[in-house]
Protein backbone atom coordinates (compact mmCIF):
# COMPACT_ATOMS: atom_id res chain seq x y z
CA UNK A 1 0.00 0.00 0.00
CA UNK A 2 0.54 3.79 0.08
CA UNK A 3 1.91 5.38 3.21
CA UNK A 4 3.76 8.66 4.50
CA UNK A 5 6.89 7.84 6.52
CA UNK A 6 8.49 9.76 9.04
CA UNK A 7 12.28 8.27 9.39
CA UNK A 8 13.29 10.91 11.74
CA UNK A 9 12.44 14.43 13.45
CA UNK A 10 12.60 17.46 11.75
CA UNK A 11 10.82 19.85 9.10
CA UNK A 12 7.53 19.43 7.00
CA UNK A 13 10.15 17.64 4.48
CA UNK A 14 10.78 14.67 6.54
CA UNK A 15 7.71 13.15 5.69
CA UNK A 16 7.90 10.93 2.80
CA UNK A 17 5.47 9.03 0.53
CA UNK A 18 6.16 5.20 -0.12
CA UNK A 19 5.54 2.20 -0.22
CA UNK A 20 4.37 0.09 3.31
CA UNK A 21 3.18 -3.73 4.12
CA UNK A 22 -0.35 -3.89 3.50
CA UNK A 23 -1.71 -4.52 7.58
CA UNK A 24 -3.66 -7.84 8.19
CA UNK A 25 -6.48 -7.09 10.75
CA UNK A 26 -5.53 -9.26 14.07
CA UNK A 27 -7.71 -10.30 17.15
CA UNK A 28 -10.68 -7.91 17.75
CA UNK A 29 -9.77 -6.03 14.91
CA UNK A 30 -11.25 -4.44 11.70
CA UNK A 31 -9.55 -3.37 8.24
CA UNK A 32 -10.64 -0.22 6.98
CA UNK A 33 -9.77 1.40 3.54
CA UNK A 34 -8.81 4.94 4.16
CA UNK A 35 -10.27 7.45 2.35
CA UNK A 36 -9.58 10.60 4.55
CA UNK A 37 -6.56 11.03 7.28
CA UNK A 38 -7.14 13.99 9.83
CA UNK A 39 -4.34 15.84 10.98
CA UNK A 40 -3.70 17.91 13.89
CA UNK A 41 -1.82 21.09 14.85
CA UNK A 42 -0.46 18.68 17.77
CA UNK A 43 0.92 16.09 15.00
CA UNK A 44 3.17 19.11 13.45
CA UNK A 45 5.01 19.18 16.97
CA UNK A 46 5.44 15.60 17.34
CA UNK A 47 6.81 15.22 13.75
CA UNK A 48 9.25 18.78 14.59
CA UNK A 49 10.39 16.35 17.58
CA UNK A 50 9.11 19.20 19.86
CA UNK A 51 5.76 18.25 21.40
CA UNK A 52 4.98 19.50 24.52
CA UNK A 53 2.41 16.77 24.97
CA UNK A 54 3.78 13.44 25.75
CA UNK A 55 3.22 11.89 22.19
CA UNK A 56 5.88 9.86 21.17
CA UNK A 57 6.92 8.32 17.41
CA UNK A 58 9.71 6.18 17.34
CA UNK A 59 10.83 6.61 13.29
CA UNK A 60 10.67 5.13 11.16
CA UNK A 61 6.79 5.10 11.41
CA UNK A 62 3.48 5.70 9.52
CA UNK A 63 2.16 8.55 11.46
CA UNK A 64 -1.54 9.72 11.89
CA UNK A 65 -4.19 8.97 14.50
CA UNK A 66 -8.03 9.59 12.56
CA UNK A 67 -9.42 8.28 9.59
CA UNK A 68 -12.04 7.63 7.61
CA UNK A 69 -12.90 4.64 5.25
CA UNK A 70 -14.58 1.51 4.36
CA UNK A 71 -13.86 -1.56 6.28
CA UNK A 72 -12.62 -4.52 3.91
CA UNK A 73 -12.05 -7.23 6.18
CA UNK A 74 -12.26 -8.24 9.45
CA UNK A 75 -10.38 -10.26 12.20
CA UNK A 76 -10.96 -12.93 14.86
CA UNK A 77 -13.43 -12.85 16.83
CA UNK A 78 -15.44 -9.28 14.95
CA UNK A 79 -18.49 -10.11 13.27
CA UNK A 80 -18.54 -10.19 9.68
CA UNK A 81 -21.36 -7.82 9.45
CA UNK A 82 -19.05 -4.93 9.86
CA UNK A 83 -17.10 -5.49 6.19
CA UNK A 84 -18.76 -2.75 4.11
CA UNK A 85 -19.82 0.01 6.50
CA UNK A 86 -18.77 3.39 6.78
CA UNK A 87 -16.58 4.15 9.82
CA UNK A 88 -14.16 6.88 11.12
CA UNK A 89 -11.99 5.49 13.78
CA UNK A 90 -8.47 6.47 15.67
CA UNK A 91 -5.93 4.46 14.67
CA UNK A 92 -3.71 4.10 18.34
CA UNK A 93 -1.85 7.16 17.61
CA UNK A 94 0.05 5.68 14.09
CA UNK A 95 -0.30 4.50 10.62
CA UNK A 96 -3.52 7.05 9.78
CA UNK A 97 -1.57 8.35 6.66
CA UNK A 98 -2.03 5.22 4.48
CA UNK A 99 -4.30 3.44 1.96
CA UNK A 100 -5.10 0.78 4.82
CA UNK A 101 -5.16 0.94 8.51
CA UNK A 102 -5.99 -1.93 11.21
CA UNK A 103 -7.32 -0.45 14.01
CA UNK A 104 -10.07 -2.04 17.00
CA UNK A 105 -13.11 -2.81 16.38
CA UNK A 106 -14.30 -1.14 19.65
CA UNK A 107 -13.14 2.41 18.58
CA UNK A 108 -14.82 2.19 15.49
CA UNK A 109 -17.76 4.57 14.85
CA UNK A 110 -20.64 4.47 12.47
CA UNK A 111 -20.90 7.07 10.04
CA UNK A 112 -24.91 8.40 10.48
CA UNK A 113 -26.66 8.21 7.14
CA UNK A 114 -26.27 11.67 5.34
CA UNK A 115 -23.25 12.85 6.61
CA UNK A 116 -20.17 12.76 4.22
CA UNK A 117 -17.47 11.12 4.90
CA UNK A 118 -15.24 13.72 4.94
CA UNK A 119 -16.97 15.83 7.66
CA UNK A 120 -16.92 12.79 9.91
CA UNK A 121 -12.83 12.69 9.63
CA UNK A 122 -12.99 16.13 10.54
CA UNK A 123 -15.56 15.74 13.79
CA UNK A 124 -13.57 12.72 14.95
CA UNK A 125 -11.40 14.23 16.90
CA UNK A 126 -12.24 18.30 17.09
CA UNK A 127 -15.86 16.84 18.17
CA UNK A 128 -14.98 15.18 20.88
CA UNK A 129 -13.13 17.78 21.90
CA UNK A 130 -15.41 21.16 21.78
CA UNK A 131 -18.41 18.47 22.92
CA UNK A 132 -15.75 17.58 25.97
CA UNK A 133 -14.90 21.77 26.81
CA UNK A 134 -18.88 22.61 26.16
CA UNK A 135 -19.86 20.69 28.67
CA UNK A 136 -17.05 21.03 31.08
CA UNK A 137 -18.03 25.11 31.08
CA UNK A 138 -21.45 24.94 30.46
CA UNK A 139 -21.58 28.26 29.67
CA UNK A 140 -25.44 29.42 29.91
CA UNK A 141 -27.74 31.66 28.11
CA UNK A 142 -27.34 35.60 27.79
CA UNK A 143 -23.27 34.42 29.08
CA UNK A 144 -20.39 35.97 26.96
CA UNK A 145 -18.10 33.49 25.77
CA UNK A 146 -14.51 34.09 24.32
CA UNK A 147 -13.69 31.49 21.68
CA UNK A 148 -9.43 31.41 21.52
CA UNK A 149 -8.41 30.24 18.15
CA UNK A 150 -12.05 30.41 16.39
CA UNK A 151 -11.18 29.80 12.99
CA UNK A 152 -9.50 26.37 13.53
CA UNK A 153 -11.15 23.22 14.03
CA UNK A 154 -11.91 23.19 17.59
CA UNK A 155 -12.91 26.80 17.71
CA UNK A 156 -14.63 26.75 15.03
CA UNK A 157 -17.13 24.09 16.66
CA UNK A 158 -17.27 26.13 19.78
CA UNK A 159 -18.39 28.63 18.42
CA UNK A 160 -21.44 27.24 16.83
CA UNK A 161 -21.60 24.95 19.99
CA UNK A 162 -21.66 28.13 22.46
CA UNK A 163 -23.94 29.97 19.84
CA UNK A 164 -26.58 27.04 20.46
CA UNK A 165 -26.49 27.33 24.36
CA UNK A 166 -27.55 30.97 23.57
CA UNK A 167 -24.34 32.42 24.76
CA UNK A 168 -22.73 35.36 22.73
CA UNK A 169 -19.55 34.35 21.31
CA UNK A 170 -16.88 36.82 20.72
CA UNK A 171 -14.47 34.66 18.31
CA UNK A 172 -10.53 35.71 18.77
CA UNK A 173 -9.15 34.52 15.66
CA UNK A 174 -5.19 35.02 14.41
CA UNK A 175 -6.09 37.46 11.09
CA UNK A 176 -8.81 39.26 9.37
CA UNK A 177 -9.49 36.25 7.23
CA UNK A 178 -9.64 33.78 10.02
CA UNK A 179 -12.03 36.41 12.00
CA UNK A 180 -14.60 36.78 9.16
CA UNK A 181 -14.81 32.70 8.84
CA UNK A 182 -15.53 32.75 12.40
CA UNK A 183 -18.13 35.81 11.68
CA UNK A 184 -19.97 33.07 9.40
CA UNK A 185 -20.16 30.54 11.62
CA UNK A 186 -22.41 33.19 14.04
CA UNK A 187 -19.57 34.73 16.47
CA UNK A 188 -21.63 38.09 17.36
CA UNK A 189 -17.95 39.83 17.61
CA UNK A 190 -14.62 39.42 16.42
CA UNK A 191 -11.25 40.08 17.82
CA UNK A 192 -7.62 39.85 16.35
CA UNK A 193 -5.45 38.69 18.87
CA UNK A 194 -2.50 39.31 16.68
CA UNK A 195 -3.56 42.99 16.98
CA UNK A 196 -2.16 45.09 20.18
CA UNK A 197 -5.15 46.02 22.46
CA UNK A 198 -7.31 42.89 21.44
CA UNK A 199 -8.58 42.40 24.78
CA UNK A 200 -9.50 45.85 25.47
CA UNK A 201 -12.10 45.46 22.34
CA UNK A 202 -13.35 42.05 23.17
CA UNK A 203 -14.31 43.00 26.60
CA UNK A 204 -15.69 41.50 29.81
CA UNK A 205 -16.39 37.92 29.65
CA UNK A 206 -17.69 34.45 31.25
CA UNK A 207 -16.09 31.83 29.51
CA UNK A 208 -13.09 31.52 28.36
CA UNK A 209 -12.38 28.64 26.11
CA UNK A 210 -8.46 28.19 25.36
CA UNK A 211 -7.09 27.27 22.28
CA UNK A 212 -4.19 29.26 21.65
CA UNK A 213 -2.01 29.06 25.41
CA UNK A 214 0.39 31.27 25.94
CA UNK A 215 0.09 34.90 26.19
CA UNK A 216 -2.86 34.94 24.34
CA UNK A 217 -4.81 32.59 27.22
CA UNK A 218 -2.79 35.18 29.80
CA UNK A 219 -4.42 38.14 28.60
CA UNK A 220 -7.68 36.22 27.94
CA UNK A 221 -8.12 34.94 31.58
CA UNK A 222 -7.81 38.68 32.66
CA UNK A 223 -11.28 39.48 31.30
CA UNK A 224 -13.07 37.04 33.00
CA UNK A 225 -15.70 38.06 35.78
CA UNK A 226 -16.11 36.87 38.87
CA UNK A 227 -18.06 33.38 38.72
CA UNK A 228 -15.94 32.79 35.14
CA UNK A 229 -14.93 29.66 34.07
CA UNK A 230 -11.67 28.88 31.83
CA UNK A 231 -11.09 25.70 30.22
CA UNK A 232 -8.00 25.17 27.30
CA UNK A 233 -8.13 22.83 24.61
CA UNK A 234 -4.63 23.77 22.42
CA UNK A 235 -1.61 25.32 22.59
CA UNK A 236 -1.21 26.57 18.95
CA UNK A 237 1.13 29.16 20.87
CA UNK A 238 3.27 26.12 21.66
CA UNK A 239 2.89 26.28 25.73
CA UNK A 240 0.07 26.53 27.85
CA UNK A 241 -1.67 29.56 29.55
CA UNK A 242 -0.03 28.34 32.53
CA UNK A 243 -2.24 30.44 35.00
CA UNK A 244 -1.99 29.76 38.74
CA UNK A 245 -4.78 28.47 40.24
CA UNK A 246 -3.98 30.99 43.64
CA UNK A 247 -4.57 33.83 41.06
CA UNK A 248 -8.19 32.14 39.59
CA UNK A 249 -9.24 32.11 43.34
CA UNK A 250 -8.22 35.69 44.40
CA UNK A 251 -10.23 36.68 40.88
CA UNK A 252 -13.10 34.17 41.61
CA UNK A 253 -12.32 32.36 38.48
CA UNK A 254 -12.54 28.47 37.97
CA UNK A 255 -9.77 26.70 35.77
CA UNK A 256 -11.84 24.22 34.42
CA UNK A 257 -9.66 20.74 33.93
CA UNK A 258 -12.43 18.53 31.94
CA UNK A 259 -12.32 14.89 32.85
CA UNK A 260 -13.84 11.55 30.97
CA UNK A 261 -14.04 8.08 31.20
CA UNK A 262 -13.30 6.06 27.53
CA UNK A 263 -17.17 5.97 27.51
CA UNK A 264 -17.57 9.24 28.23
CA UNK A 265 -15.21 10.45 25.26
CA UNK A 266 -16.94 8.18 22.99
CA UNK A 267 -20.22 9.64 23.88
CA UNK A 268 -18.90 12.71 22.99
CA UNK A 269 -18.46 11.64 19.76
CA UNK A 270 -21.04 9.92 18.94
CA UNK A 271 -22.90 13.42 19.79
CA UNK A 272 -21.24 16.01 17.20
CA UNK A 273 -21.86 13.26 14.77
CA UNK A 274 -25.46 12.94 15.43
CA UNK A 275 -25.46 16.87 15.90
CA UNK A 276 -23.95 17.55 12.61
CA UNK A 277 -25.81 14.64 10.87
CA UNK A 278 -29.30 16.69 11.75
CA UNK A 279 -27.58 19.75 10.65
CA UNK A 280 -26.87 21.49 13.84
CA UNK A 281 -23.20 21.51 13.44
CA UNK A 282 -20.93 22.16 10.69
CA UNK A 283 -17.19 21.13 10.17
CA UNK A 284 -14.96 23.47 8.52
CA UNK A 285 -12.75 21.63 6.12
CA UNK A 286 -10.70 24.62 5.01
CA UNK A 287 -8.35 22.43 2.68
CA UNK A 288 -7.29 19.34 1.61
CA UNK A 289 -4.22 17.50 0.06
CA UNK A 290 -3.58 14.40 -1.66
CA UNK A 291 -1.97 11.14 0.37
CA UNK A 292 1.44 11.89 -0.73
CA UNK A 293 1.59 15.52 0.28
CA UNK A 294 1.43 15.14 4.05
CA UNK A 295 3.95 17.43 3.88
CA UNK A 296 2.60 20.46 2.53
CA UNK A 297 -0.47 20.09 5.03
CA UNK A 298 1.86 19.96 7.78
CA UNK A 299 3.85 23.15 6.13
CA UNK A 300 0.50 25.24 6.02
CA UNK A 301 -0.82 24.37 8.84
CA UNK A 302 2.96 25.43 10.98
CA UNK A 303 2.61 28.25 8.61
CA UNK A 304 -0.74 29.51 10.31
CA UNK A 305 -2.47 29.92 6.48
CA UNK A 306 -5.50 27.00 7.50
CA UNK A 307 -8.72 27.65 8.55
CA UNK A 308 -10.80 24.94 10.00
CA UNK A 309 -9.77 21.19 9.59
CA UNK A 310 -7.14 20.11 7.24
CA UNK A 311 -7.38 16.37 5.58
CA UNK A 312 -5.34 14.18 3.69
CA UNK A 313 -7.62 12.22 0.73
CA UNK A 314 -6.75 8.50 -0.25
CA UNK A 315 -7.72 8.19 -4.16
CA UNK A 316 -7.14 4.95 -5.71
CA UNK A 317 -6.08 3.79 -9.50
CA UNK A 318 -9.29 3.03 -11.15
Do not use: C
Not at 28 to 50: D, K, M
Not at 87 to 105: C, F, N
Not at 213 to 220: H, I, L, M, N, T
Request: hydrophobic share 45%; net charge negative; glycine share 14%.
Amino acid sequence: MRAVWLREFGGPEVLEAGDAPDPEPGEGQVLVAVEFANITFVETQVRSGTSPIPIRWEPPVVPGNGVGGVVTAVGPGVAEGLVGRRVVTSTGGTGGYAELAAVDAAEVFDVPDGLPLDDAVALLADGRTATMMLRAARPKAGERVLVEAAAGGVGSLLVQLAKAAGATVVAAAGGPGKAEAAARLGADETVDYREPGWAGKAGPVDVVFDGVGGDVAREAFTLLRRGGRMVSFGLASGEWADVKDEDAAERGVTLVRPAATPEELREFTRSALAEAAAGRLRPVIGQRFPLEDAAAAHAAIEARTTVGKTLLEVTRPS
